[in-house]
């Protein structure tokens, strides 16, 4: 999930009243909520460094309690050099401890996915149930913060209510966007079975603001088909994507050029659904890698990456 959410997610947290456990309890769930994405100092070296680094090492089982207990090691230095009010680090590093562990769980909720097994394995979970920017996970938090925090203000009892009701209701909005997500998925192998369509796997993705739309995209065995679908309603195909290994040279030598680039090595061991076009207009070859979770045409922001090959790299593997 984006930051945003992890910070609201921290901030109720806080105002549930564990933040009451210890001095600098809110600094610390709010920037425990975080801490994980610290990996995106990788992006500095490139998009695909941050690709092979990003939601791996510091989302990892080892690193969760690593970072917890510097966390909490970081606020009581910081106190008792800056704020000195005698904060301790055992009841810190429970808080550091909560804020850390939701971030994890909270980006397994989406289609990019998280590395929990890191270092011990580079497999990928997927929750496909929220999209990275959900807006109404937004609202419902940021509803329960103000009005705690407001209440905390005026001296009412019942301050904590309104962030504990927030976060019951986006834990039941989370629930049935999942049970939402897996009925697309059901519906669209439903049809295809009736049609005599092989379904390898079907991803049916959140897509922003309209919680009862997803986007489609089944693995056919040799090949993709996209498309979207509504709640109650069937499957609308938007097209075929060809599935071809890239290391295989009959298809095309360029593919297997471009596949074996460091660049391409790591975008295809993230990719979930990666397919290839070659464009070879200009005198110049080019091969676009696409995962079809995030984009359906060559630059794309986000889900594609250009390999430009030179005639000499693909006479070089061209079969003789």
Known sequence: ??????????????????????????????IAANL???????????????????????????????LAVLLAGAM?????????????????????????L????????????????MPFSDRWYYGDTLFIVDI????MLAAGVYLSVR??????????????????????YTAGMFLLGRMAASQVRAELRAAGV??????????PVTPVTRDVVVDEGDGYLVGGIRTGGNLIEEGHWPKRNPLDEDADPAIAVAASTPAA????????????????????TVVHFIDLRYARAPGAAFGTLAVPISSTQVASRAPR
């Not at 549930?16 to 600098?24: A, E, I, Q």
């Not at 690709?51 to 690593?66: I, M, N, S």
């Not at 939701?102 to 097994?117: A, C, E, I, K, Q």
């Not at 092989?198 to 897509?207: E, G, K, Q």
């Open 265 to 284: 090595e790591v975008f295809l061991r993230w990719a979930r659904y990666p397919t290839y076009l070659v464009d070879h207009r200009g005198g110049m």
């Open 136 to 139: 109404w996970v937004w609202l």
């Open 198 to 207: 092989p379904a390898v796997r079907v991803l049916a993705s959140p897509l």
């Open 36 to 66: 994980p994405d610290l990996d995106a100092v990788s992006l500095a070296w490139g998009s695909s460094a941050g690709l092979a680094f990003r939601r791996g090492w510091t989302h990892g089982v080892l690193a969760l309690p690593l």
């Open 76 to 100: 009581v230095a910081f106190d008792r050099a800056v704020t000195r009010r005698g904060a301790r680090f055992g009841p810190l590093v429970g808080l550091a401890a909560i804020g850390v």
């Open 1 to 30: 999930m984006d930051n945003i959410c992890h910070t609201l997610v921290g901030a109720a947290l806080a105002q549930t009243g564990l933040k009451k456990r210890s001095l600098l309890g809110t600094a610390t769930l709010l």
């Open 102 to 117: 939701s971030h994890p769980l909270l980006d397994l909720l989406n289609t990019y996915g998280v590395r929990w097994l």
């Open 151 to 172: 209440r905390e203000r005026r001296g009412g009892e019942a301050w904590r209510s309104p962030a504990r009701v927030a976060l019951a209701a986006a834990t039941l």
